[in-house]
């Protein structure tokens, strides 16, 4: 018995310890090995999921790229599409830019016209007799009073703070100011009403105002600020820019200087903030015959002619005598027409131009050309070809293959982008029937290279513009039939809202979150398998490490029995 006993127990001791060195009596084995191991084929199922899904995520990044140079591509397209865009603009060119330049918007009609410059508009300005400085003490109990265009702007006291010519310089300065308001559309549109606003004069508070349903138009609060003050005057002024409010010195009251703290806004949150103006600048020029007040007007022609009422006398009471200078208008004709202007930029003389006035016309009339742009459309074609190149490129770059004719690019599958390529080809192709104009882009002296790519002949291009441009923007307008609407409808039809490029990237997208859902089923169902797993492996772990504590036991109870 003991000795059959005996044999069992070694026969224990030997099988466990011919198995491998990682397990064995005493030594266990290692849990989280065995775990992995059984687990190989789960994490591997989760590795191939995670491997396809960062394909679909490279191919949703390179179909987003080419969605995005299609939008691009179809901005400059509507750009050649837009009959109020590049086609209308114009310009004016001017035979001697020397004497005349010229601007022209859209309304400029095309055609040639004779300019006469006979002389420039000339800045009205004051300046007294002499004394010997700026500094030299004047006599006092004098008034001046100076108007620019019929309105006082400045009335200086001459006292005992104020006798120098310098002194009377930075009055008459501090009250030639005006503040004038951004423009807003008309005088009666409304603004944001909340806005508060205070006008002062003289240092001191006349107006203050606070925008609500009542006084919230320019025209509105300008009538609000004069019920209340008769320091300033509050008036609505419209130029080609829109409607201002403008508040100036009055010449019924003492004029003072004026100040706006506080803006307004219009209903949309843009700012309506106030500017200085200044009628007039006052100095004090010092030269060989001594120091002179010279007062300049800003605004050159007949509105800004000054005048001067009163006179200043030197200490000894003799007379500081004024001379002016008055400011003249601009003389010229426009085909003949004679026209005065106020300032050298004269606009009115030619519909939709501005001229402007630099020198007086010498050796015969000037000629000004108006006609259209051609420079801002020779621009927005090229800014079209390069939107269309950057487009096929990468379309082409997903078909580029290696030399052993394997694909290299994620996309080089997609049916979708195959289409989206051929589709472009065909666009670009496109031809409508002639009438003696462009028919297709080849005639417009865009040629196609032999990757799809496009490029432009310059001067094939200007010869176009320049001898038939109503055919040119015929050909790339004309509605159901122009070139230019034909491209956008083809890219609506890839990437616009069910654009097969459009459905592909929410195909990609919704893979990727298919994808997404399994991989989380699994890795939740993985990592309780994996619990499951180590809980029955750490068991057999434990019964391994406890053998040689059995076998013990067992060897005891052996040896006790009797033999």
Excluded: C
């Amino acid at each position: 018995m003991a000795t059959s006993s005996t044999s069992l127990v070694s026969g224990l001791s030997s099988n466990t310890s011919s198995t491998t060195n990682t397990t064995g009596l005493g030594q266990g084995i290692d849990v989280n090995s065995f775990v992995t191991s059984a687990l190989a084929f789960d994490q591997a199922t989760i590795t191939n999921l995670q491997t396809n899904q960062a394909n679909i995520g490279q191919q949703s990044s390179a179909l987003a790229a080419i969605n995005s140079n299609l939008n691009a591509l179809k901005s400059a397209a509507n750009a050649l599409n837009d009959p109020f865009g590049v086609f209308s603009s114009e310009i004016a060119t001017s035979s001697n830019s020397n004497q005349l330049t010229a601007t022209a918007d859209s309304t400029g009609v095309a055609g040639t016209h004779s300019i006469v410059v006979t002389s420039l508009a000339t800045t009205s300005s004051l300046y007294s007799g002499a004394v010997a400085t700026g500094a030299t003490a004047l006599a006092t109990g004098d008034t001046i009073a100076i108007s620019a265009g019929g309105s006082q702007i400045s009335s200086v006291a001459v006292g005992a703070t104020n006798n120098t010519l310098a002194q009377i310089a930075a009055v008459i300065n501090s009250q030639a100011a005006t503040f004038q308001s951004d423009s807003v559309a008309s005088g009666s549109t409304l603004l944001k009403t909340g806005d508060s606003f205070t006008v002062s004069a003289g240092g001191s508070a006349v107006a203050s105002i606070t925008v609500d349903s009542t006084n919230n138009t320019l025209a509105q609060i300008a009538t609000a600020i004069n019920l209340q003050t008769t320091a300033v005057n509050a008036t609505v002024v419209t130029d080609a820019n829109g409607a201002h409010l403008s508040i100036a010195n009055t010449s019924s009251a003492a004029p003072a200087n004026v100040s706006v703290s506080g803006n307004l806004h219009q209903t949309d949150g843009t700012a309506v903030n106030f500017t200085q103006h200044v009628s007039l600048n006052a100095s004090v020029i010092q030269d060989a015959n001594g120091a002179r007040l010279a007062v300049v007007s800003t605004s050159s022609g007949a509105p800004g002619n000054l005048t001067l009422t009163g006179n200043l006398h030197a200490a000894d009471n003799s007379a500081l005598g004024f001379t002016q200078i008055p400011g003249l208008n601009a003389v010229l004709s426009v085909d003949g027409v004679p026209i005065s202007s106020a300032t050298n930029s004269v606009s009115g003389a030619i519909g939709g131009v501005t001229l402007n006035l630099t020198a007086p016309t010498q050796g015969g009339p000037v000629s000004l050309t108006v006609g259209p742009n051609t420079s801002n459309i020779t621009n927005a074609i090229s800014n079209f070809v390069s939107a269309y190149n950057t487009a096929i490129s990468s379309i082409n770059a997903q078909f580029q293959v290696n030399s052993d004719g394997s694909g290299v690019n994620v996309l080089e599958g997609d049916a979708s982008v195959r289409d989206a390529q051929s589709a472009l080809l065909g666009a670009i192709s496109y031809s409508v029937n002639g009438s003696g104009g462009p028919v297709n882009l080849t005639n417009l002296g865009i040629d196609t290279n032999n990757d799809g790519t496009l490029s432009i002949d310059s001067n094939a291009l200007a010869s176009a513009l320049s001898s038939n441009f109503s055919g040119v923007q015929s050909f790339l307008q004309t509605a159901s039939t122009g070139f230019a609407g034909n491209l956008g409808s083809v890219i609506d039809n890839l990437s616009g809202p069910g654009g097969s490029l459009a459905l592909d990237a929410t195909g990609y997208t919704n893979s990727s979150l298919g994808l997404t859902q399994q991989i989380l089923n699994l890795s939740a169902a993985l990592a309780t398998k994996r619990q499951n797993l180590v809980q029955i492996y750490a068991q057999v772990n434990t019964t391994l490490e406890e053998l040689p504590l059995l076998q013990q036991q067992l060897s005891q109870q052996l040896a006790s029995i009797p033999k």
